[in-house]
């Protein structure tokens, strides 16, 4: 079957660069955050979200992202288009997901195929049934057929440019009941020119020495390149990755957090740090592991998911120790209590469980903003209680530099300095008998000498809040027009009080320059979020080089 | 060196009555959620809540239940003296935890050994050192004395009556370092009596390849019976305690849901799920495993930590299925996508609604509601474009099964059926000039032909308009006393439109008898709240049995 028997519309051309700095293709590490990981029950991705997620794992150093399945939702087809146009990748290659062809047609005429093409990512994932039951009741038809739609499509695809790999969905399962179809399955897609077949385990059941029996069979009996895409069902996705490794795979599909359908997918951060710390293989680009605990909770964050505090490597508690027996003895030599030093993958050693910013990292961070503190221990020890402070009362500064900055030249300055003074503010809600909306909010404030009243509407009373604040300022500080709101993110804290909980709202913001991020904590979302905003113009201004004057 | 050299006290006797149905000795299933499962950070027991694990932890069956560490807190000593007058246990053993006697001393005379003979439990668990740096850092004494004080303290219980298990700490790391030396210890305490000694992996950092090796390795250097205790630094403690049984372990050493320091411990639940399930060894007593899941949510309520959703076999997303593909797969036979039974251990499957689920997963869910749709294509239909539509706005309904219920009833009726009708509503939120803040909320509506106007306070304007829909309704419907609110969670979609973004509102709510959740979405997250408030409250007095009558 040829694609050029019948005229077709030409495949989209790949106008994608290469990224600057892959790495080594000898081991893939490959993540499916933004495809297998949204399947994670509670999690909900927009397009904006999953572009920043890709920029994360792009950072991180991943050697591919698996973004999504293109033209199975609009979502994900805009995802590809604007990954595209948005992002210039420096480490990773965007993969598209999709299917086999269907039953009976040819690849060229099946749409959902095209549409992977249309994709224009340089890789694309085919996921192929390789059990022999599921070819005959999910997908009803013959095992021939099968082993046609795996040769048919992965030529197509290869006659188009791209790059191949072969989900080989139930391969576990399917080769412990039909051994003889699952190996065919994985010949068909080698011998057609997949460079990585992956063997799922999609039920999650197996276990590691399962899993490293079959890998190094599969591999004895096709000579093809074999990857390990594992599920968490019975608690041992990242073992049962690394068994794979050990069975001769050099291609481990993972999600960030370990995210995923039922009870998750294999977890990313420990995958790669077993795989560069425990067996000293490099799969990371220089230097990114210690990024591992900073990026996975910025992509905790993006999901909107509270970043699990017991996480191994990269969790709050991971390397956290009860005082007592083992204090004295960390004092000699931390090694004897530690299985590694926790600053190669970017957490730290916390002795006491209050004892949530170290003095060191205040010290880091304030270099980090060019802020250099080492020599004032007063100083830093002030801002250490302050920060231990506000975060007991739900505040984080993780996410929120901007704020962190505006608290730390507060101590340095001795007092807050700030642009306008507020006498009050008042946000209406209501829902009118006619079925209109409305969303009204007042302002009073003092700038430069000055009492300003102002009133807005807006979509809700936050936005009103927002709009208020401007119309009060803008003749004043006209730079306020440069900055734009960019992200507006809600969770509420100790939610076990019905709608009496504490709030904590995040802002993001930008200018022509760049970007940055505010916190705010209230009882309620309309003072958090008055919060949030303070910062976020106190800090937009100073960084549009006006001058604070009350 | 003799016991009787010295005059003592008699030690306490033994007065403790064997389980009236333990399990088969041959396997040991060795909790130690009270001893090591405390360590983990923000788990802070009582003596009570220890009881009531203890008893969770019995019904269970696992054979030997860790108490703590008589002597070294007044807690745990209390615990041992109740436990032995207030507990019958059908299955479990107790174990008193303590350490070998101290450098330099008689068993006999160290305080802390007789400590646990006065715990009066049958079996003593007692910690050494195994890893030669640790016996001269952080012991401080001679590798000599070491044996010495293991063999000599395993004597002395054993005189005593006593059974007794070692932990060998740090085993695996000492191994490495000096492995003569670790075999030493292990042979020392097998020679002194102890049944079981246990192979520590103390600071977590083993894979299980590794731990599979060491624990074959030691046992035909030693001939002792092994025991395994993993801790989950690298991700993989269910893996590793698996891998000790492969190496000829016949004892695991594991924690209720996974608690314990740092990241944790060996999860008891997937650790005895795979050996009964996979590995076909019954080591609980008949019938038990079903309990699993409801022992597992059960003492997470006493350490007041929420149930993890995704943990293995027993989390409330383990076996729930969210893509479309999958559900009408699973209508013809769900073991294709299902790794095990769910009632096995028993949790239950869970089709999840949203925009990747079809026909399917919508009729799946009404069965599972008790509404069979089966017969009507056009009422399925008509279901699922509305979920399609209602979910393009922002709504979820695979986190609202409450939200999807009422939709789903309203198809099926023709209409929706409310308890009232609102006129308006208006809430106002409000920072004044003197510092204060306030936040009131009016309804106006109609219940039972009756106009009803209520104003309320709260702490935010969410809360406010929950207080005044109360104060509205509370003498026509006074089962609205009987629904709390439990969680209340805000999501803005589309965050990249400033605070003009969409809000998403997730709230639940419970009754005496069950829990809930509804969904609110709107332009802004007072309505968004209102919609989900409204929701709980049709639904839960719907439970309640009251006739909708606006």
């Known amino acids: 079957m040829s694609a050029t028997s019948v005229p077709q519309a030409a495949p989209a051309p790949l106008?994608?660069?290469?990224?600057?700095?892959?790495?080594?293709d000898a081991f893939h590490v490959f993540d499916t955050t933004l495809r297998d990981g949204a399947q994670r029950e509670g999690i909900n991705l927009t397009v904006a979200d999953k572009l920043t997620i890709a920029r994360h794992l792009d950072d991180f150093g991943v050697g591919f992202i698996e973004g999504g399945w293109p033209g199975a939702n609009p979502r994900?087809?805009?995802?590809?288009?604007?990954?595209?146009?948005?992002?210039?990748?420096?480490?990773?290659?965007?993969?598209?997901?999709?299917?086999?062809?269907?039953?009976?047609?040819?690849?060229?005429?099946?749409?959902?195929?095209?549409?992977?093409?249309?994709?224009?990512?340089?890789?694309?994932?085919l996921v192929a049934k390789s059990h022999d039951r599921h070819v005959e009741l999910a997908l009803r038809t013959t095992l021939e057929e099968n082993l046609a739609m795996v040769?048919?499509?992965?030529?197509?695809?290869?006659?188009?440019g791209r790059r191949v790999f072969v989900d080989c969905e139930h391969f576990f399962d399917g080769h412990r009941a039909n051994r003889e179809y699952a190996t065919q399955v994985v010949r068909a897609a080698h011998e057609a020119g997949a460079d990585v077949v992956v063997l799922c385990d999609t039920n999650g059941g197996m276990l590691p020495g399962q899993v490293e029996e079959v890998v190094r069979a599969v591999h004895a009996d096709t000579?093809?390149?074999?990857?390990?895409?594992?599920?968490?069902?019975?608690?041992?996705?990242?073992?049962?990755?690394?068994?794979?490794?050990d069975g001769g795979a050099t291609h481990v599909q993972c999600t960030a957090n370990g995210y995923g359908e039922r009870v998750g997918n294999a977890n990313l951060f420990p995958v790669v740090a077993a795989l560069e710390l425990k067996y000293g293989r490099r799969v990371l680009p220089e230097g990114r592991l210690a990024e591992m605990t900073r990026i996975s909770h910025a992509i905790a964050e993006v999901v909107n998911l509270t970043p699990s505090t017991h996480q191994p490597y990269v969790g709050l508690s991971a390397f956290a120790h009860k005082a007592g027996l083992h204090a004295s003895a960390i004092k000699v030599d931390p090694d004897l209590y530690q299985h590694i030093d926790p600053e190669r993958v970017g957490n730290t050693m916390r002795m006491l469980v209050s004892d949530m910013a170290g003095r060191a990292s205040i010290e880091l961070k304030g270099k980090e903003l060019g802020v250099d503190l080492g020599g004032d221990r007063e100083l830093v020890g002030r801002v250490v209680e302050r920060v231990k402070e506000r975060e007991l009362r739900g505040y984080t500064y993780e996410a929120a530099?901007?704020?962190?900055?505006?608290?730390?030249?507060?101590?340095?300055?001795?007092?807050?300095?700030?642009?306008?003074?507020?006498?009050?503010?008042?946000?209406?809600?209501?829902?009118?008998?006619?079925?209109?909306?409305?969303?009204?909010?007042?302002?009073?404030?003092?700038?430069?000498?000055?009492r300003i009243v102002?009133?807005?509407?807006?979509?809700?009373?936050?936005?009103?809040?927002?709009?208020?604040?401007?119309?009060a300022l803008e003749r004043i500080y006209p730079q306020l027009a440069g900055i734009k709101l960019t992200d507006y993110k809600v969770r509420i804290l100790e939610g076990n009080l019905g709608t009496g909980s504490i709030t904590r709202v995040l802002v993001s913001s930008s200018d022509e320059t760049g970007e940055w991020s505010t916190v705010g904590v209230g009882e309620n979302v309309i003072a958090a979020s008055w919060q949030a905003l303070d910062d976020a113009y106190a800090y937009g201004l100073r960084r549009a080089g006006v001058e604070p004057q009350e």
């Open 401 to 450: 530099d901007a704020s962190f900055e505006l608290l730390l030249r507060a101590e340095i300055e001795g007092r807050a300095r700030r642009y306008y003074r507020v006498e009050s503010w008042r946000a209406i809600a209501e829902d009118r008998p006619d079925g209109t909306h409305a969303n009204e909010a007042t302002v009073k404030l003092w700038a430069k000498g000055e």
């Open 15 to 24: 106008v994608m660069a290469a990224p600057t700095d892959a790495p080594d």
């Open 76 to 125: 994900d087809t805009e995802f590809f288009r604007r990954a595209r146009e948005e992002i210039t990748f420096r480490h990773a290659r965007l993969v598209a997901f999709g299917a086999t062809r269907k039953p009976g047609v040819r690849a060229a005429d099946d749409p959902q195929v095209r549409a992977l093409l249309d994709a224009q990512a340089p890789v694309v994932t």
């Open 454 to 471: 102002a009133t807005a509407e807006g979509n809700g009373p936050v936005n009103a809040l927002d709009r208020a604040l401007r119309v």
């Open 151 to 160: 040769r048919d499509t992965v030529s197509f695809l290869r006659e188009n």
């Open 223 to 245: 000579g093809a390149r074999l990857g390990i895409h594992a599920q968490d069902d019975t608690g041992c996705a990242v073992a049962n990755t690394l068994a794979a490794v």
